[in-house]
Nanobody, 120 residues
Framework: QVQLVESGGGLVQPGGSLRLSCAASRISFSIYTMSWYRQHPEKQRELVATISSGGSTDYADSVKGRFTISRDNAKSTVYLQMNSLKPEDTAVYYC??????????????WGQGTQVTVSP
């Protein structure tokens, strides 16, 4: 069974930093596009950052310049370095793994989420 296990969430003051980790197991990690999503209370889940199998990255406008996504294929782990945190970054953060085959078969997996709270 595929598992994505997030860690690194917690409580931090505005302006502080956190690094989230997501360790994957039982998938060919290097071929998957890895992403971080977040969900604020009573809102839809939103894409925060994505890193392709080739290492290309993309970010939501709200986090550009503050967050950095990276991956270590040898460890089957994706990271989200979050700097200059703001109260509006408070959310549950989810790790996502996705691989789309040429026949349109979509393999997608989610982690259980980790809470990030930014508060004085």
């Amino acid at each position: 069974q595929v598992q994505l296990v997030e860690s690194g969430g917690g409580l931090v003051q505005p302006g502080g930093s956190l690094r989230l980790s997501c360790a994957a197991s039982r998938i060919s990690f290097s071929i998957y596009t890895m992403s971080w999503y977040r969900q604020h209370p009573e809102k839809q889940r939103e894409l925060v950052a994505t890193i392709s199998s080739g290492g290309s990255t993309d970010y939501a406008d709200s986090v550009k310049g503050r967050f950095t996504i990276s991956r270590d294929n040898a460890k089957s782990t994706v990271y989200l370095q979050m700097n200059s945190l703001k109260p509006e970054d408070t959310a549950v953060y989810y790790c996502n793994a996705q691989h789309l085959l040429s026949d349109a078969t979509n393999y997608q997996y989610w982690g259980q989420g980790t809470q990030v709270t930014v508060s004085p």
